[in-house]
């Protein structure tokens, strides 16, 4: 390896031997690792190193498995870390992720292959905004920076949706105020809702002209943090065939194809229960889904996610009872006793985990659990409480519904 530096700056020519936890090329050198957005294993690469932060200066000897990315912003936007990978590549590497997570609580299991449902396959996004001297940008992070990479295209999204960013800048071009703020964004059933969050200013009067250019792009909601500003129908998402009126910022799965299979998976592992709980459930992806065979008792500490999985629940066809309970599992898991009740019992928690709930699951004498995660990491610590208590775990697919990201989604079945 040659290197010179200058100041604090240290360009050196590299070997990367292995991809991190981040999807981020690492350099394995006598200070430590170095690790290199967009830089695959086998690569030689010349790198320019800051401190703590480092880049590729230039690719001296490719990998094979390098490819064209398909979208113009990648290696500058921070928003994908893998476009560069061959596909089937990518998907091993993922599954890969989430055996060296188990591995390290302690756990071999047999792990399938992933399920992949592409790129164009996205509903939601959160963009970050900056308005300065009347100019908006729209778009993610730069990699490695505070900077946002103005979007042209974005080809993780579903097709219209990517195709109404345009659009959607020109409309928050005249009603944003200078500054920062997020956007979150969802395709609906019935069109786009706009959250707009964390701006330190309220918008523009918000005038008739403005409200018919967002009917025209196809926003039926506008809301900026809680104050509702346009209003032409509730957004709808549907859910395991149900129709749901989507709360602000509710939360859903990336990918309602993804969603579904997951869905699947969970109905068959329940066979034959007849009383199911849904931990964590949102507005309802699960339940619904586990409701076609059972009845269900949907647990949630967000009232307006369960306010709004109640009303789509008195209306649907075909589906066993629905209960709710507000609570919040983090703080008051469900009690080894109460969980008792249910012949199977699923949940999916934010990404840090339940391992609470999880050591209660584990001293009950449910026969069916089955985990969902983003994060292999506290799903692997969830899992081993559970291996502790008794139960078994007899399968585990990864999910690769967050597209050309490093994040791997998966679902676990555990029988006692």
């Known amino acids: 390896m040659s290197n010179f530096c200058s100041g604090r700056v240290m360009r050196r020519d590299l070997v990367i031997s292995r991809l991190g936890w981040h999807g981020d090329g690492i350099a394995d050198t006598d200070a430590g690792p170095v690790y290199l957005p967009f830089a695959l294993p086998g690569e030689r690469v010349a790198a320019e190193i800051e401190g703590n932060r480092s880049r590729v200066l230039e690719i001296l000897a490719a990998a094979p498995d390098r490819i064209a990315p398909i979208c113009s912003h990648f290696g500058v936007c921070g928003g994908c870390a893998l476009q560069h990978l061959k596909w089937d590549r990518t998907l091993e590497w993922k599954r890969q992720c989430v055996v060296d997570a188990l591995r390290m609580e302690g756990i071999e299991a047999a792990i399938e292959p992933v399920r992949a449902f592409g790129p164009h396959s996205r509903r939601r996004a959160a963009f970050s905004a900056q308005k300065a001297s009347g100019v908006l940008r729209l778009g993610y992070r730069r990699a490695l920076s505070h900077d946002i990479v103005d979007l042209a295209e974005c080809p993780v999204l579903l097709p219209k949706f990517e195709a109404a960013i345009m659009g959607l800048r020109d409309f928050l071009q005249q009603c944003l105020p200078e500054g920062e703020a997020r956007i979150v964004v969802t395709f609906c059933d019935n069109g786009l809702d706009v959250l707009i969050e964390k701006t330190a200013s309220r918008l523009r009067v918000f005038t008739p002209k403005l409200a018919k250019i967002a009917q025209a792009l196809g926003i039926v909601r506008l809301a900026i943090g809680g104050e509702l500003l346009l209003s032409l129908a509730t957004p709808q998402v549907t859910l395991a065939g149900v129709r749901v009126d989507l ?37 309802g992806a699960f339940t619904f889904a586990l409701a076609r065979k059972a009845a269900v008792t949907g647990v949630e500490t967000d009232r307006a996610l369960l306010a709004a999985l109640e009303a789509a629940a008195r209306h649907a066809q075909g589906i066993k009872p629905i209960k709710t309970l507000a609570r919040d599992l983090m703080r008051e898991p469900l009690s080894p006793t109460e969980l008792n009740a249910f012949d199977a019992v699923l949940f999916d928690p934010p990404r840090a985990g339940a391992l609470a709930q999880a050591k209660a699951l584990a001293k009950s004498r449910v026969p069916t659990v089955i985990a969902v995660s983003c994060n292999p990491a506290s799903f692997a610590k969830d899992a081993r409480a559970l291996l502790d208590g008794g139960l078994k775990l007899v399968r585990v697919v990864p999910i690769d519904q967050f597209v050309y990201s490093a994040h791997v989604e998966l679902i676990a079945v555990f029988n006692r």
Do not use: H, N, W
């Open 247 to 283: 709360s602000p910022g509710g939360f859903l799965q990336a990918s309602s194809e993804a969603e579904a299979a997951m869905a699947q998976i969970a109905l068959d592992a329940i066979g034959k229960a007849r009383k199911t709980a849904d931990l964590f459930c949102g507005l």
